[in-house]
């Protein structure tokens, strides 16, 4: 991570020195958890200190943030995102989403999407692919709170599984219960969808998987769909397998200007090389 990250910042730096900027058509982020402690980080994790820089670089260097609904609208339709278009995303539905972001969202009235694991919001244990050292999940309760905020409440389908695994069937149901539970608690539509875990759009298994989810997508009127693989948005992307740019502990705001400037992208072919020859996945 620290080359990446040098070679980022320094990439940003070189850039604005000679100001010819990269400017991505639309940049969107991906949170998990927002710490407030001292304990060490998880590498998906930021402190709230430095969050709340974040949001606040975003509102005062003039980006236009909106929600993952309405910048897959502009893509279908094929338009051009505002300039610094940018999208803030939390995946899972920890409660430090509510208990630490949800204020500052608030106090710097940044549009956001929080994608749920539907089925373990409510538990009053930690999510269980994180341990027992993992962060919990909110309640429907401060839910129905961040929704009634304007805040995006998405599924991130029911029990967070692999989803490449699962058959056409299976998958169909858990972005239908998800879809369903959400729905039922907070009687608003959901639209958009994140996958759990990252695959790669370069396995071998990704063309057939990438029927199936379409195919559930549209069985259960998703209007979108947003993966772990690194990168930008563009008008005409395929709104059923948008990429996402990561936030993590190594985040200080250089770094971070540098993901927002489109000086991070170049790093999704490692990534993709990574998961593509390096990385093993359960077999289904
Ligand atoms: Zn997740």
């Not at 930021?46 to 005062?60: A, D, P, S």
Request: glycine residues 6%; aromatic residues 10%.
């Amino acid at each position: 991570m620290t080359a990446e990250k040098e070679i980022s910042v320094l990439l940003s730096d070189a850039l604005n020195l000679v100001n010819i900027p990269l400017a991505p058509a639309a940049t969107m982020l991906v949170y998990h958890r927002i710490e407030g402690g001292s304990a060490p980080l998880q590498p998906d994790s930021v402190t709230l200190t430095e969050f709340q820089e974040q949001m606040r670089y975003i509102t005062e260097e003039g980006y236009a943030p909106m929600t993952a609904r309405e910048l897959a609208a502009l893509v279908e339709a094929g338009e051009e995102p505002p300039e610094k278009s940018v999208v803030v995303t939390f995946d899972d539905g920890y409660l430090d989403t509510y208990t630490h972001a949800f204020p500052e969202l608030d106090f710097f009235r940044m549009p956001a999407t929080v994608f749920l694991a539907a089925g373990h919001i409510g538990a009053s244990t930690p999510f269980p692919w994180l341990g027992s050292d993992g962060g919990k999940p909110m309640d429907w309760q401060q839910v129905s709170k961040l929704q009634k905020a304007g805040i995006e409440i998405a599924s991130h389908t029911y029990s967070h599984p692999f989803t490449p695994n699962l058959t056409k069937n299976e998958l169909c149901l858990e972005l239908e219960r998800s879809k369903g539970t959400i729905e039922d608690k907070l009687g608003a539509p959901v639209h958009s969808l994140a996958l759990p875990y990252s695959f790669p759009m370069r396995h071998p298994r990704w063309p057939s998987f990438r029927a199936r989810l379409r195919e559930a997508l549209n069985a259960n009127d998703y209007v979108c769909c947003c993966t772990m693989q690194r990168g930008h948005i563009r008008p005409r992307d395929d709104v059923f397998a948008l990429r996402r740019i990561p936030v993590g502990r190594d985040d200080d705001l250089r770094l971070f200007r540098a993901k927002l400037e489109g000086c991070f992208a170049w790093t999704a072919p490692l990534q993709a090389f990574y998961q593509r020859f390096l990385k093993s996945y359960p077999t289904p």
